[in-house]
């Protein structure tokens, strides 16, 4: 909390306050007292500095300050900032009598306009009155022998507002200053960008270095005010700070934290209450392109001018705008395996959409052929990116209703292929337990005419092994071996190479090899040995090929 706070009980408030001769006759005391502070609680307001106050739904909160006498200025200037809600809030003053400095109470207020909470005050005077969530300033003469009241009132929810008290003509400085025309304009709209443009303040100096763009991005709404943006994400009546998972810095929504954010144009994202908003300090520059967006979602954009030395900002009226469908993004259904081929110089990228039904994820991802890159995103974020040959699996965690976006390429041009299966149900596992290694072994020993042994690790669970052989010319082995489909399954081997399936499992990992002997090959052939893995799931893996030549002589 900023800015000057001082809690005074009422009777020490009171007796400082009427005791100077000018404010009022000693006989209206007891009346005013009654009428104008009820014996709450009051905060007296300090002159040049932001206060937050905090209201309690329901309950008025009072401050109070008595101007100094100045030469140089005749008014005052009370500017208050609604953080997330809409207010209720006067500035009140004792009425000595029905005559105020010249003019009636009706002079200043409508009888209509007095808030509900103001209804009944027959010895004070209300020079002002607002309702809303915006900001709002009031100016006014200065009359350097009143009391002056503001009363604050919440009826939704518990909240907090900031406060703000002048009398110096030349501290417009304090608040940054908005352009003639302080809207933010959408000038590109693209997949998963939008591109923004905005007036320049006039309170942005190069020289000056302390005034800043800031700019905020969610899917909710547009925010009015930074610290209504600052209590979305945060819970109710928690200050935000880094525990709230700001990625990739540890800096909260704090003036040391923006300053030093703006210079490297980081981006940020915060997860609260109400909202998740990405948030990106963008230095003087007055363009600026939004990146890793999801297509087809509608997005709320916030420009702020913060500066650092004063801990102020001001917003530029927000704009929204929907990012364009893209054509190329595929949506995965829950639980369904796709297989993609993918062409490194046809189509060098593939994009899959799934929308979660439970907050737990899991994707798997096997490569039939070649080597891909695959990057999950989330909300602009990327969650992970690797590259990989073989088989990966990958369990995310996060909110219902959450959209993930996968993007799939080859890292090389050559084309690759790949099948993908995503689902909320974690409990069911898509493949089977994997043994360290994929690869068949045999032993030249145990070789001869008509016969060879192999050998292959297993898992701790019991699942079926199925070996298939075929018989190649000796100088096809490394083709044979190398642009193999590893995700084809037995069905599409023909019966004629079926050798056996037999099931086997072993709790102890280092025991969990199991061999076999392949009889009636003939002398001097080599033959193509794959087996494969199939758990409870169904779904088949293929172990790495294997060639293996018999003897000729023996």
Not at 436 to 446: A, G, M, Y
Not at 475 to 489: E, F, I, L, N, P
Request: hydrophobic residues 35%; proline residues 5%.
């Amino acid at each position: 909390m900023s800015g000057a706070q001082t809690c005074l009980p009422c009777w020490f408030l009171l007796a400082m306050c009427f005791s100077h001769p000018f404010i009022m006759a000693v006989g209206l005391q007891q009346n005013l007292k009654n009428e104008m502070f009820r014996f709450y609680p009051m905060l007296m307001l300090g002159e040049g500095k932001e206060m937050t106050i905090a209201l309690s739904k329901g309950m008025p909160q009072r401050c109070y300050f008595v101007l100094k006498e100045s030469k140089t200025s005749a008014f005052f200037t009370v500017r208050v900032t609604p953080c997330d809600i809409p207010i209720e809030w006067s500035i009140r003053v004792p009425k000595p009598s029905a005559n105020y400095f010249g003019k009636t109470i009706s002079d200043h207020l409508n009888a209509q306009e007095v808030l509900p909470f103001q209804k009944g005050s027959k010895l004070v005077q209300t020079l002002f009155s607002y309702r809303g969530n915006s900001v709002e300033s009031y100016t006014g003469p200065s009359h350097h022998s009143t009391v002056y009241v503001l009363e604050f009132l919440s009826i939704e929810k518990d909240t907090q507002i900031k406060a703000y008290l002048t009398t110096d003509p030349t501290s417009n400085d304090f608040y940054p200053e908005l352009p003639m025309d302080p809207r933010v304009d959408v000038i590109g709209i693209g997949p998963t960008t939008v591109t923004l443009t905005w007036k320049q303040s006039p309170s942005v100096l190069p020289s000056q270095g302390n005034v800043h763009y800031c700019l905020l991005v969610n899917e909710n709404y547009n925010f009015k005010t930074w610290c209504a943006a600052e209590t979305a994400t945060q819970p109710s009546g928690v200050k935000l700070s880094a525990s709230l998972g700001i990625f990739p810095s540890t800096d909260s929504l704090t003036s040391q934290g923006l300053k030093a954010q703006s210079k490297s144009k980081v981006s940020m994202s915060y997860k609260g209450g109400n909202a998740q908003v990405k948030h990106v300090c963008v230095g003087l520059t007055n363009t600026y392109t939004v990146s890793h967006l999801t297509p087809g979602i509608q997005y709320y954009f916030d420009v702020f001018i913060i500066n650092f030395l004063t801990n102020t900002s001001v917003a530029y009226t927000g704009a929204f705008a929907r990012t364009l469908e893209n054509p190329n993004v595929s949506k995965l259904k829950d639980g369904k395996v796709i297989q993609l081929r993918l062409d490194g110089r046809k189509q060098p990228l593939y994009n899959l959409l799934y929308q979660a039904t439970q907050r737990q994820v899991q994707f798997a991802f096997q490569s039939c052929s070649g080597q891909l890159q695959v990057e999950i995103s989330k909300d602009g974020k990327v969650l992970m990116s690797e590259r990989f040959a073989g088989l990966r699996h990958f369990i995310l965690k996060g909110r219902l209703g959450d959209t993930y976006l996968v993007h799939l390429w080859p890292t090389e041009t050559s084309a690759a292929s790949v099948k993908v299966q995503v689902s909320s149900l974690f409990h069911r596992p898509f493949f089977p337990a994997l043994p360290e290694s994929l690869k068949i072994k045999s032993f030249n020993k145990l070789r001869s005419c008509h016969s060879v042994t192999i050998a292959w690790l297993g898992t701790q669970e019991l699942s079926q092994y199925c070996i298939y052989k075929k018989e190649i010319e000796e100088d096809q082995a490394w083709v044979a071996t190398r642009k193999v489909d590893r995700c084809s399954g037995p069905e599409l081997r023909q019966k004629s190479e079926k050798v056996l399936c037999k099931f086997f499992h072993d709790l102890n990992l280092q025991r969990a090899v199991t061999t076999e002997t392949i009889r009636g090959l003939e002398a001097g052939t080599a033959y193509l040995f794959d087996v494969y893995l199939i758990g409870s799931s169904g779904l088949p893996i293929r172990y790495y090929s294997k060639v293996v030549k018999t003897r000729k002589r023996c």
